[in-house]
């Protein structure tokens, strides 16, 4: 308990540090145009690089989507954070579809 602790305050900070410097350079420096446009892919490949296996997989296997509560519940999440691009209302809708597709299946 005490090492998962530690590892947790770890990549807070680590995850803290490096968006504090980058802020930091960034805000000083010049960015060129294709840079930018180049940086803006990374946000979007970096979710969905995490979102797809924990979405799609289980140990390595695909999940069946009749079987997959997290898909079944992301797909609506999705839909309202998109139209309404609000966090708060985005998490408190995925928490809500979670939980009514947990108690469905």
């Given amino acids: 308990m005490e090492s998962q602790l530690w590892i947790i305050l770890l990549i807070g900070a680590g995850t803290y540090m490096f968006r504090a410097v980058s802020l930091v350079l960034g805000s000083r420096m010049q960015w060129s145009?294709?840079?930018?446009?180049?940086?803006?892919?990374?946000?979007?490949?970096?979710?969905?690089?995490?979102?797809?296996?924990?979405?799609?997989?289980?140990?390595?296997?695909?999940?069946?989507?009749?079987?997959?509560?997290?898909?079944?519940?992301a797909i609506p999440t999705i839909l309202v954070a998109w139209w309404t691009r609000r966090l708060l209302l985005t998490v408190v809708s995925g928490?809500?579809?979670?939980?009514?597709?947990?108690?469905?299946?």
């Fill in 33 to 73: 145009e294709r840079t930018k446009e180049w940086l803006s892919y990374v946000s979007p490949a970096v979710l969905g690089a995490l979102l797809g296996p924990l979405l799609l997989l289980n140990d390595g296997q695909w999940v069946p989507i009749r079987d997959n509560t997290m898909l079944l519940a």
């Fill in 95 to 105: 928490i809500g579809f979670y939980t009514i597709v947990y108690y469905l299946m």
